[in-house]
């Protein structure tokens, strides 16, 4: 079975382009969720999708993020514009949407550099 | 939310066991205790998880003493490779929702040393 996958694995990119972030969860995983580190930093969490709908998007820091999960499969997290404080690495994870308490499996994360 | 406190690094040589211990004085009822290690330039990865008591695995043992205030994460002789970070994370299966996000503290990085 494949894990979470998500592209790119690195991006750089200036203060003010838009960059779009892509998450493959593992086939029949209904929830999907976007979290991010920036440097020094803890691991936060920005949202939650239970398949297209977003569940919750409590931890988005601003309107610059916008993220969507068409058809309930993929999921992209764009930035735009992007700024500075947006460098960091960017975690996508799934996990099935059985009852009780569910192991989120973790891609190997997007590392985004805004100079 | 519960708020957990772990160290912030640990040695240790391989072979030896190592014990981590987390707090987590203000865990709820229906908190369980969960723990994901990271290596370098990958995501989180579970290890265990366990509400009371011992739980063992393949991989690790977690102790939880009656109070549930604290958990210790056990790694029987561990090798180079177990270099990581390790996260101790208390989370909810209620608050309307059982599929909620996890909260990462710093977690303590174990660098095992030849």
């Known amino acids: 079975e494949a894990g979470v996958t998500q592209f790119p694995s690195h991006s750089v990119i200036e203060k003010g382009q838009t960059v779009t972030l892509r998450c493959d969860p593992i086939s029949g995983h209904d929830n999907l969720y976007w979290y991010r580190r920036v440097m020094g930093k803890e691991i936060k969490f920005l949202l939650h999708f239970v398949k297209e709908s977003k569940q919750d998007e409590s931890g988005m820091p601003n309107n610059r993020f916008l993220a969507e999960r068409t058809g309930g499969t993929y999921s992209t997290l764009k930035v735009q514009p992007a700024e500075l404080e947006d460098s960091g690495v960017y975690f996508c994870?799934?996990?099935?949407?059985?009852?009780?308490?569910?192991?989120?499996?973790f891609g190997p994360g997007t590392r985004l550099t805004v100079l | 939310l519960a708020k957990t406190t772990q160290p912030i690094s640990m040695d240790s040589y391989e072979g030896q066991e190592v014990n981590i211990t987390c707090s987590h004085n203000n865990i709820a009822t229906n908190d369980y205790i969960t723990w994901y290690q990271q290596f370098p330039s990958q995501g989180p990865r579970f290890i265990i998880q366990?509400?009371?008591t011992k739980v063992t695995n393949e991989v690790a043992s977690l102790f939880i003493p009656a109070d549930r205030k604290s958990s210790t994460l056990s790694l029987p002789r561990v090798s180079l490779s177990d270099t990581a970070v390790y996260y101790c994370?208390?989370?909810?299966?209620?608050?309307?929702?059982?599929?909620?996000?996890?909260?990462f503290g710093r977690g303590t990085q174990l660098t095992v040393w030849p």
């Open positions: 366990g509400y009371k």
């Open positions: 994870a799934s996990s099935r949407s059985s009852g009780g308490y569910n192991e989120q499996f």
């Open positions: 994370l208390v989370g909810d299966e209620d608050r309307g929702s059982t599929l909620g996000r996890l909260y």
